[in-house]
């Protein structure tokens, strides 16, 4: 199946949905290995947070979970990366939690317009303007070939890296990590990525 990009439509749920939207994308969540991400998590997320999702033709291609930042979880985000000083923190930042497309619709730039479209959506303006800021935290993928995976939308899409985190799945023992099998002791690591506006633009 080959999707077109300029025809699907983004938008986000507010957790009024009908359960079966919920259940449609928790299919999808588990489906890339992301079992956590249940009907009830992902409409207390789209209540209290934002899910962002790229629909077509009243079908869900895929979705992104988003979340502002404090000065406090970014410090401690710092000190799971082990050095302090590691993300400077310039002003208010976004965080880009999970990116998940659906199979059949991967390495088609969905992942990338939510990526973009996201960073530059008004509903995240800050005081008249965006977010200098935003930050996303990925699995590092298994093999040297990143094709399909969340780590290279954001790498194509101005991310670099500022460090790895260890136990990336730890915080949760419902998330089953696919490398190790492990529910809530996994040690493996995950990787911390910042977008700098200026740099990008």
């Given at each position: 199946?080959?999707?077109d990009t300029k025809t699907f439509r983004a938008g986000t749920l507010t957790g009024e949905e009908d359960e079966e939207n919920y259940e449609v994308l928790a299919r999808l969540a588990k489906?890339?290995?992301k079992g956590a991400l249940t009907p009830l998590v992902l409409r207390s997320w789209a209540t209290l947070n934002r899910v962002w999702v790229a629909e077509q033709d009243e079908k869900f291609l895929g979705f992104l979970l988003t979340c502002p930042l404090s000065t406090l979880e970014l410090w401690q985000w710092n000190q799971k990366l082990g050095e302090e000083e590691q993300i400077l923190v310039s002003g208010?930042?976004?965080?880009?939690?999970?990116?998940?497309?659906e199979k059949?619709?991967?390495?088609?730039?969905?992942?990338?317009e939510l990526v973009r479209g996201?960073?530059?959506h008004e509903k995240y303006d800050n005081q008249g303007g965006k977010y200098p800021l935003a930050v996303a935290t990925?699995?590092?993928p298994s093999s040297e070939n990143t094709k399909g995976t969340s780590f290279h939308v954001l790498l194509s899409n101005n991310f670099i890296e500022v460090g790895t985190i260890k136990g990336f799945y730890r915080d949760s023992e419902e998330w089953t990590c696919r490398d190790c099998s492990d529910k809530g002791a996994c040690d493996?690591?995950?990787?911390?990525?910042?977008?700098k506006r200026e740099e990008a633009e």
């Open positions: 199946m080959t999707t489906s890339a290995g208010p930042c976004l965080h880009l939690v999970d990116l998940v497309i059949n619709s991967r390495n088609c730039g969905i992942g990338s996201i960073l530059e990925s699995r590092i493996c690591l995950g990787v911390m990525m910042m977008y």
